[in-house]
Antibody
Framework: EVQLVESGGALVQPGGSLRLSCAASGYSFSNYNMNWVRQAPGKGLEWISFVSSSSSTVYYADSVKGRFTVSRDNAKNSLYLQMDSLRDDDTAVYYCARAVTPDFWGQGTLVTVSS | EIVMTQSPATLSVSPGERATLSCRAS??????LAWYQQKPGQGPRLLIYGASTRATGIPARFSGSGSGTEFTLTISSLQSEDFAVYYCQQYNNWPPLTFGGGTKVEIK
């Protein structure tokens, strides 16, 4: 069974940093591209980052470019999102999702940016 | 950036009735369009990809159609478990991947 489990969400002050993790199981993680998608409270889905299976290609939404860094460790079946210079409008549930047309999603982890 | 627009924002439907949801792209996305269902407190679930292909395990009452800029998701006979929010997503021209704003299907 494919499972994606996010962790690392927390309450953080504006300007702070946080690192999210996504643990994948039930499939060959190294064969799949991965994405991070977020959802602000009561709002829709916003794609924020992509990393290819080999980490050779990464993309970011303009809203997070220069502040967030995506990475993966295929040996550990894990995806990461380093978030720096956090702002109030980064408050959201963050999902990891498999593939460009995400066929599996995690349950999400909540990041709250507030003073 | 391709903008995806969904309508209506809310759809009130009685169980057993048909629901028709629309999604429009600001420019052609060919058939590179997916639909997702999201229930409260859960991650989205892939329903349809390639505009009309059901994902694994998705019941036949869900169908997708359209190409270019106009797309439709039809739920032929709404079941209680189908009341949720539905999103469309284009993956033809990216980054960025873009989602519509969602349609909430509620019980009438």
């Amino acid at each position: 069974e494919v499972q994606l489990v996010e962790s690392g969400g927390a309450l953080v002050q504006p300007g702070g940093s946080l690192r999210l993790s996504c643990a994948a199981s039930g499939y060959s993680f190294s064969n799949y591209n991965m994405n991070w998608v977020r959802q602000a409270p009561g709002k829709g889905l916003e794609w924020i980052s992509f990393v290819s299976s080999s980490s050779s290609t990464v993309y970011y939404a303009d809203s997070v470019k220069g502040r967030f860094t995506v990475s993966r460790d295929n040996a550990k079946n894990s995806l990461y999102l380093q978030m720096d210079s956090l702002r109030d409008d980064d408050t959201a549930v963050y999902y990891c999702a498999r593939a460009v047309t995400p066929d599996f999603w995690g349950q999400g982890t909540l990041v709250t940016v507030s003073s | 950036e391709i903008v995806m627009t969904q309508s209506p924002a809310t759809l009130s439907v009685s169980p057993g009735e048909r629901a028709t949801l629309s999604c429009r792209a600001s420019q052609s996305v060919s058939n590179n369009l997916a639909w997702y269902q999201q229930k409260p407190g859960q991650g989205p679930r892939l329903l349809i990809y390639g505009a009309s292909t059901r994902a694994t395990g998705i019941p036949a009452r869900f169908s997708g159609s359209g190409s270019g800029t106009e797309f439709t998701l039809t739920i032929s006979s709404l079941q209680s478990e189908d009341f949720a929010v539905y999103y469309c997503q284009q993956y033809n021209n990216w980054p960025p991947l873009t989602f519509g704003g969602g349609t909430k299907v509620e019980i009438k």
